[in-house]
Every structure is written in C-alpha cells, then in structure tokens.
C-alpha cells in the first residue's frame, strides 16, 4: 500500500514537489484517464479513446501517450513535450483522499487533499514549496487544489456521461493498427470510440439532452482527437530512428 | 393463398417451449402485421421440473440472437459458466481416474496427428491438458473471460449452468415483452382434425378452439399430440443406454463465496454416474441410474454418500430412454421431451431444442404443400441426430475398463453396443476419429468430441504405418503454444465466481 497521507501546514511544511516530467518521476505512463470536460484542452495533443478499467469492468476516458505498456512518447530528455499535461498527470503526487466526518450527528464522507509520500517527486531540497513559510498555501498548492477540484468534478459525472454514450449507442469497439515506417505492425485492441454513424443518426431528444450536459461538444472534440494517432506514430517512428 | 403458414400454435411452456418460441418469433417477425403469429398454450398447473441444467455454447448465440442480454439472463436464471465436462472414476472406478471433455477443440487440429505425436511426446500427461489450455482453466476454477469483455464474447469457449425453471420463466417473459408471443394459460382437452388429418385446431377449457397453420409440441413425456393423439411410435434405446431413473437434489454451497466449478462433473458410480452441476446460489445434484441394476434405496446411499451424508431430499424422476420414430408428422412437429430423451451425459438436451427449433424456423415451409417435404427431411436429420447422440454418450460406456458390477459389464456387450459405432471404433483401432467420420455440416458431436473422449478413457490405438502428418516437430510446437496460452490465461482470468460476482453485482457491457 502507498504511503497516502492527508495533507496539512505541520506535517509537511517543509515538503516539497518535483514538477520535472520523467520516466524516473514515474511519467512513463502510456496513457492517462481524463474525462468529458478535459477533452477540448486535450484534443489538439493527444488521441482520446474510452477503454475498459481492467480491475472493474467500467469505461474509461483516456488520453493516449504511447503505443505499449510503458512508453510515453511526450517525453523527452527535457521534459513533457506538449502544450497541455493531462490533470491526472499534472495532479501527481497529490489526490482526493476522503475523510469521515461528524456533522450534525451524521457521518458525511468530504473529499479532501492527501498526498503520496512514497512519490519520487516528494523532497526537502528540491521543487516547488507547498506551504508557505508561515503554513500558508503557496501558490503552487493553489493551482493544485483548483486542478484536483476539476479531477475529481470530472471522475464523478464519469459514470453518467459513459452511461449517454452507451444508452445511445455512440460507442464502438476498434482496433488500432499501427503500421512503422520500417514495415512493423503493431496491432492494439481494447478499445473504444464514438460511433460516428449512430452519432450522424442522432435526433430530437437524444441531442438536446447530449447538449445541455455539454457532452455533445466532448464527442466531437474525442472525434476529432484521433488525428493525433498519426502524431503518435510520428513520434515512435522518430524515436526508433527509423 | 388461402393456406399460407401465418398462425404457429406451441403446446408445453417449459424450456422446450419457450426457447422454440423465442427462436421463430425472433426470426419470424412476430410482433409485424406481416409476420407469423406464434401463440403458445401451457397448462396452469404443471410444475417445471426445476433441476440444474447445462447448455453447450451454443446457447450463446441462440439467446443472442433473440435480443436477450447476458447479463438479464445469468442474473434470472440463477446461470453460472461452464467450459467442460468432467467426468470421474469412468475408466476405472480409481479416486485419481479423470479426464476433461472441454469446449474448446484441440489446438492444432486438423493440422498434425495431435494423437499419435501426443503419445509419442507426452504419454505420460492427459490428453485433454496436452491440446487444450480449457482444462487448465477449469481445474484452476477460472471463469472463461475477463471482467471486461462484452456480452457473450470469450477467451474460452463457454457455455452455461442454469436453473431450467427460472430459465422457462426468463425466457417467457421475453418472448411475451418484445418478441410479441401470444400467451394463453388453459388446458388443451383434445384436438380437432381436419378432413385431411391434419390438426386444425386445440379444444380448450376456456379460450375455445385454438387454431394453427403448424402445431409443435413441446408437452414433454406425455407428447400429447405426436404421441397420443397421432400415435407416432416411441423407439426406446434402453437397451443401449440403460439408466432409466434420476434422483435430484439441490444442495447449498458451505459459504456464499464457495468457488462455483466450471466444468459439470460426472462422477461415475455401480450402475449409473452422478452429475454435479454449480450454480450462483446452489449446485443440482442427482444419480442418474439403471433401475434394472440398482434400487431406489441403493441409489439414495451412493447419492448421499457422494454429498458427505447431506441430508436434503430427493426427487425421484423416471426417463424412458429413446425417441419418437419420427419427430415431424403432418402439420405437427414434436421438440424437447416430447420427441425423446436420455441421460444428460453430454447435456444434448436443451441443444437438441435449439438445434429443432432452428430447423423448423430456417425451413418453414411456405404452405401446407411443401410442409411434408421439409417434414421428410427434418425426420431424416434428426432421426441422424438422435442416433449419433445415442452412439455418442455410448461411447462412454463401452470404454471403461470398471467390472465392479454388472451394469459396467452388460454395457460392454456387443449386442448393446449399435452398430453403427462399433464400425467406427473397429475403423478407430487404427486411426484417429476423422471429419469425414462425420459429415453432417451442423454435426451433433463433431470429431474433436470423440478424440477427447477416446483419449481420455485411454483408448488403445496402433497407427502402424508413419506419415507425413505425424510431424513431431509441428506437434511440439502446437503443445508448447497450448502450455503458452494456459499460462497467459491464468494469470489473466478471473475465478469463475469473481466474474458471475461481479456481473450480477455491476453488469456487463454489450459491448
């Protein structure tokens, strides 16, 4: 289990972050989860595709970064080469944790910012200070507690805007061939995008009700996002100097 | 035309019935203006048997086919996953004598002789375990797929457990919802026939008469209509297959979270075997046994002997072994029970129902004119169908080695044994079991089915001369794949209860 603590100004007033992307601060992720609302920051960077979680059967958003288990083609020896980091990354080492508290005699569980102490982002010596010299919030932290606030909105309307796609049948399995330019093919399955032609089918209430949650324009936008394969591709051919 | 086939009348509302009707409604635009009207009649008060019951993989598609969800269905039906029989104590009566049949075919078959390089590379290993990673699985009590494929989809081939009286109810109420199954809840008092013979309608206590274009009678062993009212004479196989008697029980797991087995076992006993078949929420349990071999009493103590002295009770049923001599007569054509039935040994049952219900709803005739000719040809491929089935459960028989008791030695004598399988197994002395053995294109027990078994009971075969498919080196390679794919498997499937778990508990997508 990861060393998963709760944040606060005493434990960890001296803590702080390693903002540096690289494999050795564990970035060598090949993909990373988003949701609906992240679509239009990601959609000029990366391809967007739905999978399934593995441990719990349920769809998944996510930000492709790399064509196998491991390989994040964004990075490079300077860092994240991309205009926008995904918030599941960018959040990193910090997450939603939940608290039980007492209100009124009811037990209500509220999220709140814990902190993964076993992060090789976590220092004394290097990085951005997380709390001020006299506890306040750096602005560093600021800028995490809004971003975690978004993840987190984001993570909770999952289920229902997986749920719309399903119930209109805007989703469909595919399986990506990646061909290199040495001749190598490499074929991943597993995943799933919008079904174009139940989306041009799309009529009356369908429509209004996708629009008014604003998941009209995410599907367009993950449409649009599967330009970026061939940006992907490029990026392995590179890499491979092939 | 005045005579078209437009109004199917169903008799009997157990599995038969309602998987018949599912299958033509769903095909047969039922719920259309311009589709065939399918009404089904069962009586109010008759009780559905309610044993366990196993399916083949088969089942997969019919059901999917009839717009069903798999997750709707395994939750009703009280169904679990199934990837083989096993079947214990058959060759020798010994604690440590078993062998898989599993659904999956042997890898690389048709490719090499997997028989000969399979004694000459691993004689020492099961058959079964050697060309397919299915039992691997089953031992190891994992579900064929993960929890994030779709609805009916595999890593390995599957099929169901499943309670028969949930499932009759499942399925009726689909049939009724969607596909637009007229429903009726009356006793049928007797037939009106036309001047012809034909049946024109059934006499009901309170809906009158019930007419039909094409009636099927799903009644069961009573067959009301091939049997009693046309008289369409029954040809037993006791003399083949003896068990005639089943004692059923159902029997709780010890915790909730029991692991649900994979496979149904058949364990092998003095005059008959016990089927052992795992549900969600309990297993079915029952003796199937030869009544001329051992009583009711004996077969209780084996029984309870079996469960470690469980003490739930037992439900006696009577099976007349054998089949009517011809299924389709007239405009009236019997499936299920109603057209015949032996010991679930290899579960043909309810496929056999599938199978029916298939033929009739792809070769419907048009009119009455052409329905003698399809009834012609419907009689002669299932007459084919029963016989290999026969032959093929059989075949189980004639290979033990037990001498434990009159039964496994009566089972052994040629005049038992039907010739048509007895030309095989003097053909398979020398050679494998080939395609070309059986050559019906939906065959009912395909080659690969007898290799497993054959193999399994330590079937003694002396391929004399060397040929060019026993290549040892393309054998090797496709066992070390097998062991591969098994391992891959492994640690990749979730246990068989973990995924009935989870998909009751969350669902699975369709997709």
Redesign the interface.
Known sequence: MANIQILNNVDHKNLRVIIDHSAEYGDNQWFAPTFAHEFRNLQNHYPIVFT???D????QAVALLGFEVGENLFLTEDGWDAGYIPLSVARQPFLIGFQQNREDGVVVTDPVVSINMDSPRISETEGEPVFLEHGGNSEYLEQINSLLKLVHEGHELNQAFVDML?GMDL???FVLDVELNDGSEHRMS?F?TINETSLRGLTGDDLVILNNNGYLEAVYMAMASLSNISTLVEKKNLLKGI | MIDHIRRIVIVGGGSAGWLTAGILAAEHSAASDTGIQITLVESPDVNPIGVGEGTWPSMRHTLQKMGVSETDFVRECDAAFKQASRFDQWVTGTKDDSYYHPFTPPHGFGEVNLASQWRALAPDQPFAEVVSYQPHLCANGLAPK???A?EWAAVANYAYHLDAGKFGLFLQKHCVEKLAVKHILDHVRGVKSTENGDIESLLTDGHGAIAGDLFIDCTGFSSVLLGQHFGVPFISCKDTLFCDTALAMQVPYPQADSPIASSTISTAQKAGWIWDIGLPTRRGVGHVYSSAHMTDEEAEIALRDYLQDFDGSARKISINPGHRKSFWHRNCVAVGISAGFIEPLEASALALIELSAAMIRDELPVNREGMDVVAGRYNERFRYRWERTIDFLKLHYVLSQRTDSDFWLDNRKPETIPEHLSQLLELWRYRPPSRRDFHELEEIFPAASYWYVLYGMGFNQDEVSQKRSDDPVLARQFFEENTGMAEKFIRGLPGNRQLID?LVR?G????
């Open positions: 399934k979680n593995p719990t059967g349920q769809f399903l989703l469909e399995s597993g799933y | 993960q929890i994030t779709p989870h969350h699975i997508y369709k997709i």
